[in-house]
């Protein structure tokens, strides 16, 4: 099987975590060098993606989405990979999630058409952006709204050039985030955007249910945001064919495929959802959802597999000062710490014959900024030069730490590579 | 004065946090492009450099330095950026400071000479990279060494090539990270470089007393280190001539001058402090170190003016769903939040005069990827639209998630941009 799984930008090889070469490489070329992880070719730290894992996770996901009859615009900034995002629309995907403005470029470049910009749309230059896009007739584009003020300044500005920018009323909950809180403030963006019909087009309601505590929580605002859709596209405010309802992130979307389920088999109807993280998965937050998935979603269940971790970090010991104690050459500049610490899966020490697994006590208590604090036992045998295979927790905030990700097969040889543009 | 400091990258500007132009530019078309933030031409958010709070910040410390008679070699972590280490080494900078060998190789790039990569080197590709700067005769590279184990694995990769790596010997604390922890680790360092002369030289001592607890405990650890130092320099057991000596992180440079003055007048010792986050400083951790440096180091109140905060994001207001609350376009995406949130400074309003400062009372109370909860007043004037200017905590953290940092003068118009290399 071909591992070189990727349309490659121009984006030349350098920097942190990939192999040394004698010569100036571009990305593309990576999948050449014949790499490997475990020969210590290439410079630790380093980010990589499983091969196998990635295509699984993303037939997964094209699995579960078509069985609920929902499409996927997988939220972009999780990974702002092009590589990522031209596999997962040439796996199917609907469009691709973004959250700014610059963001919707780099997807609109990666190739997407139809783009959700799952966040409002603030500001002349971020508005430029987006209207540049918008020329191109071929592409759809949605940011959300949930003010008049919000409402006024894009038609403002899109008016007088005479574009039109898709809108979806965002639904909120009290206490959470953006979004709208009650019918007065639905009635108010609705009386605005009757003001711009040309330049603002209501294409329909969208909700982060994420903002909500627990699963009854996150029903509760689904089932309000199936409401509110019902209720403006039978009074025909939703000006797009079919009209679009958009929710989930990464950690509810069984629950938002079961809740908006009563919506996907009309044909006037799109569902879409927008997980970020399912494409590389973890082994902290989005593993403990995988299994509330698998425990409830009967979906889930008949598919048997479920997303399997597809993101490590590979470090090396760097000192042992203390019996207990091993300091690793991975930092907050390599990892995300906002829900948890990196995981040691992976033991290898250099020259021996295959990496073993981690011990289940070795446990990082602390990270600075390049190091990593290891509790391992007193006479453990772990030695400066071994080198560590992390699990992770948050796929979004390890992500941005890389320009470029090695893809691996099982054996940690490096069969191809990707950028990113954070 | 002309405000074009830096010499640029051949790097194409692109992404997030910079102007919106119809042709493709390269990183040094930034300072003739006239942007104003204040004008909006800029997609936020935004990382900016305040021109005078940078150029101020550098002299301070230059200043600093040559007062004790001690030399800067900046830590390049903090920015990584090729025009700020230019910039340091033409302000008479010893050299740069790095944590990795990928950071040393930005370093050489970039114009250094001189680098002290402050942690050990591990693993062979991260020293194959070393062994390619050191094929450049002028070229000095410095690594800490803290265990005979490391030592042996330099020596077996340099000795090979015919190159020798300049050590530091790492001096820890019990309890803290990497270095040694008694007499009995120096000797089993020393008595390992002693066979791989031709390959590891011991250059001098290092310490990180940032991990001490408090003061006192950070004058423990340098008094140690001087002592440590002076038995090793009068052993004749460090080879290179001056010999070095080298401390300091960003929040007590001040007492490591002050300890290692006794050492700065010997010339043949250099003395070599490395603080990184001098050169942008922060209104967090940083501003609270120096309240302590003004309140006890003499130099520094003799020279009256103090570091300043010179990075700061600029971000819109996105909505404002509830009176108490604002949701601001600026995340963990854009901002470090580890060491504290970032701090409003100040307001404006588009289409008015100038920003005003924001009110003492507005504050963020939590992150997300892409969004901030500022917590205002229920009754505050603050509109979806308006922008935001903060204050920072964690200048390292904040670098890492920007690859172009743009240079503004006092009333925000864009006069420069730098790159990142992370």
């Known amino acids: 099987m071909d591992k070189k799984l990727f349309q490659h930008t121009s984006a030349p090889l350098r920097g942190k975590g990939i192999g040394v070469s004698a ?172 003001r711009w019909p040309d330049a603002v087009q209501l294409a329909g309601v969208e909700v982060y249910e994420g903002v909500a505590p627990d699963e009854a929580g996150v029903r509760a605002i689904l089932q309000h945001t199936v409401t509110t859709f019902q209720q403006l596209h039978q009074a025909g405010a939703l000006a797009r064919r079919p009209a679009l309802v958009s929710g989930a992130g990464s950690a509810w979307f069984d629950v938002v495929a079961e809740e908006f389920s009563v919506l996907a088999g009309d044909p006037g109807i799109e569902v879409v959802l927008r997980p970020g993280c399912y494409l590389t998965h973890d082994v902290g937050i989005y593993r403990d959802a995988a299994k509330r998935i698998h425990a409830s979603n009967p979906v889930a269940r008949q598919m048997g597999s479920s997303l399997q971790p597809a993101l490590q970090l590979w470090a090396y010991v760097q000192s042992r000062p203390e019996p207990g104690k091993a300091i690793i050459a991975l930092g907050k500049r390599d ?10 899966a992976l033991h290898y020490r250099p020259g021996t014959a295959a990496p073993v697994a981690a011990a289940g006590h070795w446990k990082i208590t602390a990270m600075m900024d390049q190091h990593a604090f290891l509790d391992v036992g007193d006479q453990d045998d772990l030695r400066v030069g071994d080198m560590l295979c992390f699990d992770i927790s948050h796929p979004c905030l390890t992500f941005d730490k890389w320009r470029h990700l090695l893809v691996v097969d099982d054996a940690y040889t490096v069969v191809d590579a990707i950028s990113t543009q954070f």
Request: aromatic share 6%.
């Open 23 to 194: 010569t100036a490489l571009g990305i593309a070329d990576a999948s050449a060098q014949g790499w490997s992880i475990l020969h210590e070719d290439v410079s630790l730290p380093a980010a990589v993606l499983r091969h196998e894992a990635l295509l699984h996770n993303l037939e997964w996901m094209r699995r579960f989405t078509a069985a609920y009859g929902v499409h996927l615009a997988p939220h972009g900034k999780t990974t702002m990979s092009p590589e990522l995002f031209r596999l997962q629309l040439q796996s199917g995907a609907w469009g691709i999630t973004v959250a700014t403005a610059p963001q919707a470029r780099e997807a609109w470049l990666a190739g997407a058409r139809r783009i959700l910009m799952a966040n409002q749309l603030v500001g002349k230059a971020n508005m430029a952006i987006v209207a540049e896009l918008l020329r191109d007739a071929g592409t759809e584009l949605f940011c959300l709204v949930d003010s008049p003020d919000n409402v006024a300044a894009l038609g403002g500005y899109f008016r007088p050039q005479a574009l039109r920018v898709g809108v979806l009323l965002e639904i909120g909950a009290a206490g959470g985030r953006t979004g709208v809180r009650d019918a007065a403030q639905v009635h108010a963006v609705i009386a605005e955007l009757a």
């Open 335 to 344: 990892a995300a710490f906002d829900a948890g610490f990196p995981v040691p």
